[in-house]
């Protein structure tokens, strides 16, 4: 795994525009919604290895933004989050949707919507 936090001296620092090393969108990897021209160093070394890791599977772009969609259903759970039944996320206590449920739900608990739309 490689440390993607920056030293006090790279913080400030530019980006390489000597062209010597090929950027994601010169590769033909695409992030949407995400603005390339306040990038630093940093930013460009930790989206030149998203791009190889996913590129290795064939996923050409990823998307940074949330679907409209997506927020609205989090807003509609937002204060009633251990009242839905979640989808977990893989790990003991997370799921999809981002809250950390504390105990399971309610029998007949309703879906999260916000979850059943990210679990794809």
Same mark, same amino acid.
């Given at each position: 795994?490689?440390?993607?936090?920056? @030293?006090? $001296? =790279?913080?400030?620092?530019?980006? %390489?525009?000597?062209?010597?090393?090929? +950027?994601?969108?010169?590769?033909?990897?695409?992030?949407?919604?995400?603005?390339?021209?306040?990038?630093?160093?940093?930013?460009?070394?930790?989206?030149?290895?998203?791009?190889?890791?996913?590129?290795?599977?064939?996923?050409?772009?990823? @998307?940074? $933004? =949330?679907?409209?969609?997506?927020? %609205?259903?989090?807003?509609?759970?937002? +204060?009633?989050?251990?009242?839905?039944?979640?989808?977990?996320?893989?790990?003991?206590?997370?799921?999809?949707?981002?809250?950390?449920?504390?105990?399971?739900?309610?029998?007949?608990?309703?879906?999260?919507?916000?979850?059943?739309?990210?679990?794809?």
């Amino acid at each position: 795994m490689r440390d993607f936090t920056a @030293s006090k $001296a =790279e913080e400030n620092s530019e980006p %390489d525009q000597s062209g010597s090393q090929l +950027g994601p969108a010169d590769r033909g990897f695409r992030f949407n919604g995400l603005s390339t021209d306040d990038d630093t160093a940093m930013t460009v070394a930790l989206k030149n290895s998203i791009a190889g890791t996913l590129a290795l599977s064939g996923i050409s772009g990823i @998307s940074f $933004a =949330e679907p409209q969609e997506i927020t %609205d259903a989090r807003a509609r759970i937002q +204060g009633r989050e251990s009242t839905f039944r979640h989808v977990t996320d893989g790990t003991p206590t997370g799921c999809l949707c981002g809250y950390t449920p504390q105990k399971p739900p309610a029998r007949g608990a309703p879906d999260c919507p916000a979850c059943e739309l990210l679990d794809c």
